[in-house]
């Protein structure tokens, strides 16, 4: 569990609603209050006043400014980790994400700046910081594994090669995009019937960005690299759907990764409520 002798730094980016929200009320009863600092990230600072001040303000929880999607806000928010916080981290949790736009080149632009490009660049500037032993958490989802199954053989290939780059997956992204300029989705390999199909592949290139990083980082420090389905929840992002479990549960799947031994836990990989999910396959999206 992360109630430790040493107090840990906790960052969980989209923290003022939702299933990010609910992490950091468990995180709160989880630790006593002198124990972990929990830094609740949030794009717009009011919302996020607005949620601490749900929580009670406890004096171990903080606001941190932070827009994944601008490299400004980004710069700011690790500058203030340091000048604030002692620089250093224990667990971050890329929880911020929003839901299917249309179908169209600036929608999915806006979409992979905060779903993807927002987690990536997020951890170039955080993994600094990041200490012995800790963690990154990056939220993805069921749809990921299931856009891959209804890709072509070729892309599958591709998403989860082990020799996979972090420029061949920009490669990938960005390519994804263009062809929904050109009309040219099928071609590429992707099914353009596929459910909230940019949502989908943004998070199936979460998987395997994590699994790049994995690769590159986890020497370093022994830091441990996951990636988290919450399940399906009743949330904004899909506009409290019915029949949705309450977002509490999502916390408990992503916090399941936060808490459970290292030796436990298959570094690079994908879970959802404990359990190891496949990188392809055809999953219960409403689990
Ligand atoms: N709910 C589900 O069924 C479900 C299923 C699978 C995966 N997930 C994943 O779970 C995570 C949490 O989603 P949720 O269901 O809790 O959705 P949510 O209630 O819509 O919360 C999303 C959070 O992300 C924040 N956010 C959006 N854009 C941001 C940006 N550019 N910079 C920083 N924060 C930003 C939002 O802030 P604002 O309030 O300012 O908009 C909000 O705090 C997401 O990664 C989502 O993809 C959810």
């Avoid at 249309?102 to 990536?120: C, H, P, Q, R, W």
């Avoid at 997956?169 to 071609?187: N, R, Y």
């Amino acid at each position: 569990m992360l109630a430790s002798s040493q107090p840990r730094v906790i960052l969980v980016t989209g923290a003022n609603k939702g299933i990010g929200f609910e992490i950091v009320k468990k995180l709160i009863k989880e630790s006593p209050p002198n124990n972990n600092v929990i830094l609740l990230g949030c794009r717009d600072l009011k919302r996020g006043q607005d949620a601490l001040i749900q929580l009670c303000s406890p004096p171990n929880v903080h606001c941190l400014q932070l827009d994944v999607s601008s490299r400004e806000s980004i710069f700011h928010a690790t500058n203030e980790i340091k000048s604030k916080y002692g620089g250093q981290l224990d667990v971050l949790i890329n929880n911020a994400a929003i839901g299917e736009l249309e179908l169209a080149v600036d929608s999915a632009t806006e979409m992979f700046s905060i779903n993807y490009y927002g987690i990536k660049i997020l951890n170039e500037h955080l993994f600094p910081l990041i200490r012995e032993n800790g963690r990154v958490i990056n939220v993805a989802s069921a749809c990921g594994p299931i856009v891959l199954y209804e890709a072509s053989e070729s892309l599958q290939n591709q998403y989860t090669s082990s020799t996979l780059t972090l420029q061949q997956l920009d490669d990938l992204v960005e390519d994804f995009i263009s062809s929904i300029g050109t009309h040219s989705i099928e071609q590429l390999g992707y099914n353009p019937k596929s459910l909230y199909l940019i949502y989908s592949v943004t998070k199936a290139a979460v998987i395997s960005l994590t699994q790049i990083e994995a690769r590159q980082w986890s020497g370093a420090k022994h830091v441990l690299i996951l990636s988290v389905c919450p399940g399906f929840c009743t949330t904004d992002i899909n506009k409290n759907a019915p029949g949705s479990r309450h977002p509490e549960f999502g916390a408990d799947s992503i916090l399941y990764v936060v808490n459970t031994p290292r030796n436990e836990l298959k570094n690079g990989c994908f879970y959802r409520d404990g359990q190891l999910l496949p990188q392809i396959g055809r999953i219960n999206r409403e689990n």
